[in-house]
């Protein structure tokens, strides 16, 4: 059974970083994709930002382009959200999620998803 394990999450001030992390576990991941949403309270779960198991396909969301980087260390079947220059509008739930198949930004389409880390950011 697919398993995600989200870490990382915490609080801090504008303008710092912070580094996601998403263990996965319970299969062979080879032709997956990982990603990572989000849900402010009140709104809807939105697409972050997903990668190729193999790493060399990326996709970010606007927002976060140029300050969000998605990793992956298939050695140790983790994901990562490396999130620097932080806004308060990044605060909410950081959700990992896995797919059988290509890169998307659509919600409905994964198929496993983590617990959630919480990121808070003060301004």
């Known amino acids: 059974q697919v398993q995600l394990v989200e870490s990382g999450g915490g609080l801090v001030q504008a303008g710092g970083s912070l580094r996601l992390s998403c263990a996965a576990s319970g299969r062979t991941f080879s032709s997956y994709t990982m990603a990572w949403f989000r849900q402010a309270p009140g709104k809807e779960r939105d697409f972050v930002a997903a990668?190729?198991?193999?790493?060399?396909?990326?996709y970010n969301e606007d927002s976060v382009e140029g300050r969000f980087t998605i990793s992956i260390d298939n050695a140790k079947n983790t994901v990562y959200l490396q999130m620097n220059s932080l806004k308060p509008e990044d605060t909410a739930v950081y959700f990992c999620?896995?797919?059988?198949?290509?890169?998307?930004?659509?919600?409905?389409?994964?198929?496993?998803w983590g617990q959630g880390t919480q990121v808070t950011v003060s301004s």
């Open positions: 999620a896995t797919r059988a198949g290509t890169i998307t930004r659509y919600r409905s389409q994964y198929s496993y």
């Open positions: 990668i190729s198991w193999s790493g060399s396909t990326t």
